[in-house]
């Protein structure tokens, strides 16, 4: 297992401890003791068998002492993970969004971010949010997860207590990428960590529209250099002509601001030929006109 | 003694492909199942390595992503719904259970066979996914909403074959109720009857009262993506919580359906290996109710990380440390009954002891996740697949191996060569160990599961884990090939009781007449395990 980075390592690893090892001397011992049977009472060795029929005081004494073994279990199970969901209260706040099929990150200053940089010892809540389907978040360093799960508030939070850069994974099955939506948490000094927060705050000079189309994951499966991802390239879209399936009668069209803005409400309206559809949610709800015209202007330079 | 017709035994009395398919001797439709199951495990299997194959190397190996996410759905669905859930009630269930009662048939022998037929139904729908529409679901077997109302693959077909496969399901369980209620042989009472028949007994009432739930709430997902309902789809208005509540309160009672019969299984092995009466009868009969019922109680623990309120997850995990309990019993008392016994190492109790030991593995990795601290490290990674596979394969496919080692001689009136049939036992131990085990170790790694790719730190285990499914492959085919050799070339006749079993199947003729019984059974005098008085069987 991976060295634990977070305060609840220790709890959970005491309770797998204590569980294993219950386990294994049980495992073990019972393994052992029906092997030696198999051999003691080897029909050569014991031609003819002992009919016992039961014994009340032993069958007693094997559920009363299970019973109790796996109460231990079970409270140490709850011990480890009772702190879990009892956040502190100056914890600070970070959304954590998923969606197919990317992690991204809010800072309380609006800063939006792919991977987190979080300060050591201090306690961070995540506010998970999902735009489209069931995600996890996943960090096993500090033996915490967490679905996300669209529709519905869930919340996490954590205290990391090592300095270094630990693996995010989506732990809950999202569709075709779902192995590869990964992102990390580095856990730095509060200085450093000022520093970096300072230096992605700061005011880019990035075009408007590459900065909304990243803040979401619209390059996860649309890429900028002509290569077939999930969804057709913006790669020279601007003015071509595509063949386009709507209500299942293919028809050709020119890409112009009303079908990237239509693609943008409704995606699921005019699917280009040979993609599949479903896969895109409507982000109608989430970029406004503005935005999208700051988009198309964005995809006019790709050429 | 009555004497009745014997002329002719079951496999004999008449001939051609439609005195099969339309048979209502529960013996032939045993065997329909039996060939239905093997040829969908096949395919299981198969696709089963094809995704060790893809997983052998980090990258891509062989197939796509989404092929990928097909292939394991797809494997998920016959593995589960086509294989597992009806393996040992379908095929040892119905050919056994009421020879061991002592009578000819079960109570609805047309429904019996109507249960086969839909089976086959449901079994096509599941497999044209592969044929028709826009390819096989890409879901995974628990066809998680929201993505399940998303996605573009067949989910629908794939949903109403399980939703079909369920009424068989539930129309065996019927007939396996009212069958040991009404026809138990004069004599023979609940507290005399063998405790496979008790294993089935409790499966039976899951499978009647759980499966309804499964079948409504994979309508509302047909629902859902063909009116958009709002039911789960959170985006109109639904509830994605609501599916898995809907979803695993049947789907975990339904671990229950795939276990409790293996478990009825390794209860009848125990005894005729050894020699001697089983130990805790009682304890073994009555442990298998407790364990259906309290199994209702626990689906909670499948959604440890859904956003459950601290107290549901108390109380969830809580009860599912309670139904380790009546397994606990169940493990002791079977490893006592080896206790002063006469033991016989043949192949069916060496599958017998390897359930065991799996089963063990199975049920203490189900204890590291039934408690929440661990659970939430390892929910949804491959702890829980190596969890499931010991329990599943290790478990209740090994019980099915076991019990076909152990019934083969009565089925066919044939016998194997028990040589091979014991080296293929050791290479398919060694294989499903080596497949099995490095999944607990990538799980506590923090492998998630339902990967297509991964981290170059999980590569070992999954590079030892592939290797092992080759061992394991390797002794399937040998195991299969054993017994499909001796069904067609074995000379050797193993008469009415090679074993020296004692339930009533053992005192007809292998393989048993039309009726079952060429002379009426004996009861053993003091209960189904009596071997003190074991009536003297003539050929």
């Not at chain 1, 529209?209 to 390239?233: E, R, V």
């Not at chain 2, 499978?207 to 109109?236: H, N, W």
């Not at chain 2, 394991?472 to 085919?477: D, H, K, Y």
């Not at chain 2, 006749?493 to 003729?509: A, H, S, V």
């Amino acid at each position: 297992m991976r060295t634990g980075a977070s305060t609840f390592a220790e709890g959970v690893d005491l309770s797998l401890y204590i569980i294993s090892g219950i386990s294994i001397f049980f495992l073990v011992g019972i393994t052992a003791v029906m092997i030696y049977f198999v051999f003691r009472y080897n029909k050569k060795r014991n031609p003819t068998a002992s009919h016992i029929e039961g014994n009340n005081t032993i069958e007693v004494i094997w559920t009363v002492v299970p019973t109790m073994l796996v109460m231990v279990m079970f409270y140490y199970g709850w011990m480890g993970f009772k702190p879990m969901r009892n956040v502190p209260d100056n914890a600070m706040v970070i959304k954590a969004y998923g969606q197919m099929w990317k992690f991204s990150f809010e800072y309380p200053n609006g800063t939006i971010t792919d991977t987190m940089v979080v300060p050591i010892n201090q306690p961070v809540k995540l506010e998970l949010i999902s735009r489209d389907v069931l995600h996890s978040f996943f960090v096993p360093a500090f033996r915490i997860k967490e679905d996300l799960v669209p529709g519905k508030n869930n919340y996490m939070w954590f205290e990391a207590n090592r300095e270094g850069r630990y693996d995010v994974l989506c732990a809950e099955y999202c569709g075709q990428l779902h192995s590869y939506m990964l992102s990390s948490i580095t856990v730095v000094p509060e200085v450093r960590y000022n520093e970096w927060l300072a230096v992605v705050s700061a005011k880019s000079d990035e075009h408007p529209g590459l900065a909304i189309m990243k803040k979401n994951a619209c390059f996860t499966c649309h890429s900028q250099d002509g290569s077939k991802l999930i969804g057709p390239s913006f790669k020279g879209i601007y003015g071509k002509k595509e063949i386009v399936v709507t209500d299942g009668v293919e028809r050709e069209i020119t890409i112009d601001d009303a079908y990237i803005s239509r693609s943008i409400k409704e995606p699921n309206a005019d699917v280009v030929q040979g993609y599949m559809k479903g896969l895109m949610i409507p982000y109608g709800a989430v970029i406004n006109d503005e935005q999208i015209a700051d988009i198309v202007d964005y995809i006019k330079t790709l050429e | 003694m009555a004497t009745l017709s014997t002329d002719l035994n079951y496999l004999q009395a008449k001939k051609g492909l439609f005195s099969w398919i339309f048979s209502v001797d529960h013996k032939r439709i045993g065997l329909l199942y039996l060939y239905s199951l093997m040829t969908f495990f096949l395919v299981g299997v198969t696709l089963g390595i094809l995704m060790r194959l893809e997983l052998l190397n980090p990258g891509k190996d062989l197939v796509e992503a989404k092929t990928y996410n097909q292939i394991f759905t797809l494997h998920g669905v016959i593995m589960i719904f086509l294989f597992i859930i009806p393996s040992i009630p379908a095929v040892f269930g119905n050919f056994f259970l009421p020879i061991m009662l002592g009578t000819d048939d079960v109570s609805f022998p047309r429904l019996n066979l109507l249960s086969w037929w839909i089976y086959i139904i449901g079994a096509i729908m599941a497999l044209s996914t592969l044929l028709f529409g826009d390819g096989p679901a890409d879901t995974g077997w628990t066809f998680y909403a929201p993505y399940s109302v998303k996605t573009g693959t067949n989910v629908t077909m794939s949903v109403l074959a399980a939703f079909v496969l369920g009424f068989s399901s539930i129309l065996t369980g019927l007939n396996f109720i009212v069958t040991i209620h009404r026809l138990k042989t004069p004599g023979m009472t609940f507290l005399k009857m063998p405790l496979f028949a008790w294993a089935l007994y409790a499966t039976s009432w899951i499978q009647l009262l759980a499966t309804p739930i499964i079948g409504i709430t994979l309508m509302m997902i047909v629902a859902e993506r063909f009116f958009g309902v709002g039911l789960f789809d959170p985006s109109i208005g639904g509830d994605p919580i609501l599916y898995q509540h809907l979803f695993w309160i049947y789907s975990h009672p339904a671990v229950y359906i795939m276990a409790l019969p293996a478990f009825g299984i390794i209860s009848e092995l125990l005894p005729t290996f050894s020699q001697r009466t089983i130990f805790g009868y009682k304890a073994i009969a009555f442990s298998s109710l407790a364990i259906a019922f309290v199994g209702y109680f626990i689906w909670g623990h499948h959604m440890f990380t859904s956003g459950m309120s601290g107290t549901g997850r108390f109380i969830f995990s809580i009860l599912t440390f309670l139904v380790a309990i009546p397994t606990a019993i169940k493990v002791f008392n079977w490893v006592a009954t080896l206790y002063k016994g006469s033991i016989n190492v043949q192949t069916p109790l060496l599958y017998a002891l390897a359930f065991i030991f799996q089963f063990m593995i199975g049920g203490f990795t189900g204890l590291v996740l039934g408690a929440l601290a661990t659970d939430i490290h390892l929910h949804d990674t491959y702890f829980v697949v190596g969890h499931f596979h010991y329990v599943m394969f290790g478990g209740t496919g090994f019980a099915f191996f076991g019990a076909l080692h152990y019934w083969f001689p009565k089925m066919w009136g044939k016998m194997y060569n028990a040589t091979v049939a014991n080296i293929a036992f050791v290479i398919l131990f060694i294989g499903f160990n080596t497949l099995y085990f490095p999944m607990l170790i990538a799980g506590l790694m923090g492998m998630p599961r339902r990967y297509y790719d991964y981290l170059p730190e999980f590569h070992l285990p999954n590079m030892i884990s592939t290797f092992g499914s080759w061992i394991l492959a390797t002794g399937l085919l040998l195991m299969l090939g054993n017994l499909i050799y001796a069904y067609f070339n074995s000379k050797t006749k193993p008469g009415r009781n090679p074993w020296g079993g004692i339930t009533l199947e053992w005192q007809t003729q292998s393989p048993p007449p039309v009726q079952n019984f060429d002379r009426m059974p004996v009861l053993p005098k003091d209960g189904p395990y009596d071997f003190e008085h074991k009536p003297t069987i003539k050929e």
